[in-house]
Structure formats: structure tokens, C-alpha cells
Nanobody
Framework: QVQLVESGGGLVQAGGSLRLSCEASRLTFSRYTMGWFRQAPGKEREFVAVISWSGGNTYSADSVKGRFTVSRDNAKNTVYLQMNSLKPEDTAVYYC??????????????????WGKGTLVTVSS
């Protein structure tokens, strides 16, 4: 069955950087819109960033724009989230997701076909 496996989470100080990776298996990766959501303690899951199947279109939430960058390597079946200038409010479990839907549908949280199990990012002040 399809698997999305996130890695790269951990503890970092405010202002630091982390790079999350999500490796997909058992799906035709290059057909899928890929992206990231996050869920902070006591809050609902929220959209972070999305990238189209070709990598030509990306979109990020306003809360991370200018700090986070999503990218993908279709040869490696992997999507990345480079997170810079991290803030304590970025603390959350970060989930990778895959969808055949468009990026505009994806970022509304609709049409998601597969989810990863998540990786915890903790930003200390």
C-alpha cells in the first residue's frame, strides 16, 4: 500500500532551520500534488505549503511565507519543506500529504488521497 514517510523533525531554537523530507512509495509520485499540513497542540490541522506535480507551482500559507520553501525531487519520490527563521508558534506535528487534486483544492484540505504519520517539530524560545 501507499506510504508517505516524513523525517527531519526535531528540537530547534527560535531563529533556527530544519528541513523536512517526505518519501513516497507505491504511488506514481510525479502524478501527485504534494504538500504539508501541520497541527499544533490543541489546534486544528492547518495548511502549510503545496507544490504541483511538475514543481512549477507552489503556494504557502501566509504564516510561513518568506520563511518556508516547498520543493520536490520526482526522481527520488521525495518532497521537502525547508523551514528557516523558525518561531515557537511553528511548533507542531507536520504531515505530508499527496493528492491527485489541484494545488488550489489541496490547500483547502480537500481531495487529499494519502497522509503521512507526521513528524514533530519543536521550536524553543
Amino acid at each position: 500500500q501507499v506510504q508517505l514517510v516524513e523525517s527531519g523533525g526535531g528540537l530547534v531554537q527560535a531563529g533556527g532551520s530544519l528541513r523536512l523530507s517526505c518519501e513516497a512509495s507505491r504511488l506514481t509520485f510525479s502524478r501527485y500534488t504534494m504538500g504539508w499540513f501541520r497541527q499544533a497542540p490543541g489546534k486544528e490541522r492547518e495548511f502549510v505549503a503545496v507544490i504541483s506535480w511538475s514543481g512549477g507551482n507552489t503556494y504557502s500559507a501566509d504564516s510561513v511565507k518568506g520563511r518556508f520553501t516547498v520543493s520536490r525531487d520526482n526522481a527520488k519520490n521525495t518532497v521537502y519543506l525547508q523551514m528557516n527563521s523558525l518561531k515557537p508558534e511553528d511548533t507542531a506535528v507536520y504531515y505530508c500529504a499527496a493528492a491527485l487534486a489541484s494545488p488550489s483544492t489541496f490547500r483547502r484540505g480537500n481531495g487529499i488521497d494519502y497522509w503521512g504519520k507526521g513528524t514533530l517539530v519543536t521550536v524553543s524560545s
